[in-house]
C-alpha cells in the first residue's frame, strides 16, 4: 500500500520539479510514495515524482507505486528508462513565469468548489485545457465565470512549490472566446496568488502559440522548456 512521502530528497530549484515540491510541502497531504518515489493521489491529479537522477530502484518503486500498465507522467527533462519502458506521449512546452505581473481582482467571478465540479468537468471536456480529476479542484482557488447561470470559463490555482503557485485550467466555452474572458480568469488567480505574497507561474505547450502570446502581454517570461511526457509500466516490473 502506498505510504505518506518519506523521502527527504527535493529539485535544485522548486520550479524544476514543482510537483515534488508541492508533494513534499504544501500538497503533502495528497501524496502517496513508494520509496522515494511521490504522486498525488489519482482523485486529486496525475502528477507523479521520481527522485533527482533516478536509480534502478527507483524505478521498481515507480512501478510498484503505479501498478501493472499504469503510467508515469513527466513535466521537465525526458527521464533515461530502464528497459521495457514505453513512452505513450510526448508533448514539448514551456514553464513561464510571472515575476512582474500582479494581476488584478475581478468583481465578476465567482468561487468554484466541490458542487461545480460537475460543471468544471464537462468545461474541461469541451475545451480540454489539461487533465482535471473529480478532487483536482481541492488543489487551490477556483474561479469561473457565468453567463445566464452556466460556466463558461475558468482558471485555478494547481502546484504549489514553497514561494509560488501554478495556474492551471485556463479555458473557455468556444461560443465565448475573444472576449477576453481567460485574460481576466488569470487576472484574478494572479490577483490572489500575490496576495499571499506567493508568485505566479505556468506551463502550456509550446505549440499554444494563442497562449503564449497572451502570457508574453501579461508580463509572464519563458523559464524553460519542458517536455510533457508519459511512460508505461511494464508489466513484469509490476508484479
Keep these: 500500500m502506498p505510504t505518506k512521502p518519506t523521502d527527504p530528497s527535493a529539485p535544485s530549484h522548486v520550479l524544476d520539479d514543482p510537483a515534488r515540491a508541492s508533494l513534499l510541502g504544501a500538497h503533502a497531504r495528497f501524496a502517496e510514495s513508494v520509496g522515494a518515489v ?31 500498465g499504469g503510467v508515469l507522467p513527466t513535466g521537465g527533462n525526458e527521464p533515461s528508462t530502464p528497459p521495457g519502458w514505453e513512452q505513450v506521449m510526448r508533448i514539448p512546452g514551456v514553464q513561464m513565469t510571472g515575476e ?5 481582482a475581478d468583481p465578476d467571478v ?3 468548489g466541490a458542487d461545480d465540479v460537475p460543471e468544471m468537468t464537462a468545461l474541461v471536456e469541451h475545451a480540454n485545457p489539461g487533465p482535471f ?16 447561470g452556466r460556466l463558461i470559463a475558468m482558471a485555478g490555482e494547481r502546484l504549489h512549490p514553497p514561494g509560488w503557485t501554478e495556474i492551471s485550467a485556463v479555458c ?17 488567480v494572479a490577483h490572489g496568488i500575490r496576495e499571499r505574497g506567493e508568485i505566479p507561474f505556468l506551463h ?3 505549440e499554444n502559440h494563442t497562449a503564449i ?10 523559464r524553460r522548456h519542458v517536455v510533457f511526457g508519459a511512460y508505461q509500466v511494464p508489466v513484469h516490473d509490476a508484479d
Design 38 to 68: 511521490l504522486r498525488y493521489h489519482p482523485d486529486v491529479s496525475i502528477f507523479v515524482s521520481l527522485p533527482p537522477n533516478p536509480g534502478e530502484q527507483d524505478w521498481r518503486d515507480a512501478a510498484k507505486l503505479l501498478g501493472p
Design 100 to 104: 512582474d505581473f500582479f494581476g488584478a
Design 110 to 112: 465567482v468561487r468554484l
Design 133 to 148: 480529476r473529480p478532487r483536482t479542484v481541492e488543489l487551490g482557488t477556483y474561479l469561473g465565470l457565468r453567463h445566464e
Design 172 to 188: 473557455t466555452r468556444a461560443d465565448f472566446r475573444g472576449q477576453g474572458l481567460a485574460t481576466r480568469l488569470v487576472h484574478a
Design 204 to 206: 502550456t505547450s509550446a
Design 213 to 222: 502570446r497572451l502570457y508574453e502581454q501579461l508580463g509572464f517570461v519563458l
